[in-house]
């Protein structure tokens, strides 16, 4: 009897830089696989993993091999390879795809330090999120499926600003001297990750507002990569076609700027993808099933989900732009995939058992 029936593990990749909206893109996704992920009871507080009934979410800061105090005395920033245990990485991976339980360090983010570690069991979905889920080709080869968030350094400064300014206190300066600290590094070793995706949500400055550097209003773009397997890019009116479409008017509220939505196909890093952009921002959320109606192959149970999924979570940073609109609709599109692999496998038992 062949092995192919084994519930095996879908691993999935998500990669970006701290600060860029990875932890609320989980929130999503798990979101829409029925249940909120939840730090492990009685585990370390300071552990980075989320577990819900389908997915676990591990956080390859954990995959660090050097501690705070390591990295400042070899100079070495967390974005290093040299900072990560790449080896120790593959080997739990793989591991847990093929159902084994590991015991997964933990890097603890309050105090620097590499803490006692935890155990982690196969779940059904597992993500690996971080600054490297597609450095090594040897993790990358177990991915069933990978999303790179390229959030363009404008919009990164913008967010920045917002969160360490005003929750955390530090200066205008003390930030833009960080964020420079890190792009070599984040250019060297973070962002080549995205040619690897099977999906970027990149995320840009607006085009409506002329010399916009507010970073509020966004062009959201998200390019799908053809030909992979249990994986159908969404499109606008029809596949393949090129469409610039204004949503505003009877159907749709919009303020200044407004919204524009274009689709086409195009290359990105010589291969064949599919580009839905949005630029603007909604005024009404729940006028968002207009545009949802007019989206095809978005991989919904039901008419209308993507907007109710937005709707239950309009809390969420981004939920009234295309970052919130497409984090929503690959978390439907991982849904669809994870139940095609289920399927497949459930198909080649049966072949397996009648021979
Ligand atoms: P990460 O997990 O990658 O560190 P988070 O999801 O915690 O990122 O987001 C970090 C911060 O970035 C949020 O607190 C918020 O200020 C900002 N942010 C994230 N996503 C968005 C978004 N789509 N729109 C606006 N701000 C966002
Ligand atoms: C984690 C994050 C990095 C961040 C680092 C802080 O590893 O993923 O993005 O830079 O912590 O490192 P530091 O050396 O400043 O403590």
Known sequence: ?????????????????SGCGKSTFMRRLTSVFGGAAEPPKGGNPDSNTLISDTTTVICLDDYHSLDRTGRKEKGVTALDPQAN??????????????????????????????????????PKIL???????????????????????????????????????????HSLESIKASIEARKPDFDAYIDPQKQYADAVIEVLPTRLIPDDNEGKVLRVRLIMKEGVKHFSPVYLFDDGSTISWIPCGRKLTCSYPGIQFSYGPDTYYSNEVSVLEMDGQFDRLDELIYVESHLSNLSTKFYGEVTQQMLKHADFPGSNNGTGLFQTIIGLKIRDLYEQIVAERAAAAVEAAKV
């Not at 009897?1 to 990669?15: D, F, M, N, R």
Request: charged share 30%.
């Open 1 to 17: 009897i062949s092995c192919s029936a084994e519930a095996k593990t879908v691993v999935i990749g998500l990669a970006a830089d």
């Open 85 to 122: 245990d790449f080896d120790l990485m593959y080997e739990q991976v793989k591991a847990l795809k093929e159902g084994v339980t590991v015991d997964k360090p933990i890097y603890n983010h309050v105090t620097g330090l590499l803490d006692p570690p935890e155990l982690i069991d196969p």
């Open 127 to 169: 993500v690996i999120e971080g600054l490297h889920p597609m450095f090594d080709a040897r993790v990358r080869d177990l991915l069933d499926f990978s999303i790179y968030l390229d959030i363009s350094n404008e919009v990164k400064f913008a967010w920045k600003i917002q969160r360490d300014m005003a929750e955390r206190g």
